[in-house]
């Protein structure tokens, strides 16, 4: 079971993963890593969570990410 802390290195995607709260802590409300992304990473695929809200905070660089219908370009912040 993943805990506080803990680092999911997905090293051949150019991906790292620190979870900062998880489900069991929150009593189920929420889920949050901080996801640290390599340059021209692909990121995670396009999806969708039928129950559940995703957010993103950019704090470095910027981020292409899909949303609705459109690509977008975050900026950090």
């Given at each position: 079971?993943?805990?506080?802390?803990?680092?999911?290195d997905f090293g051949p995607l150019g991906m790292k993963m620190t979870i900062k709260?998880?489900?069991?802590?929150?009593?189920?409300?929420?889920?949050?890593?901080?996801?640290?992304?390599?340059?021209?990473?692909?990121?995670?695929?396009?999806?969708?969570?039928?129950?559940?809200?995703?957010?993103?905070?950019?704090?470095?660089?910027?981020?292409?990410?899909?949303?609705?219908?459109?690509?977008?370009?975050?900026?950090?912040?």
């Amino acid at each position: 079971m993943l805990k506080l802390g803990d680092i999911l290195d997905f090293g051949p995607l150019g991906m790292k993963m620190t979870i900062k709260k998880t489900a069991a802590e929150t009593d189920g409300r929420l889920f949050e890593v901080e996801m640290e992304l390599g340059p021209r990473t692909g990121g995670t695929p396009v999806h969708t969570h039928l129950q559940a809200v995703e957010t993103f905070e950019v704090l470095q660089g910027q981020f292409d990410l899909f949303v609705r219908d459109a690509w977008r370009t975050l900026g950090e912040g």
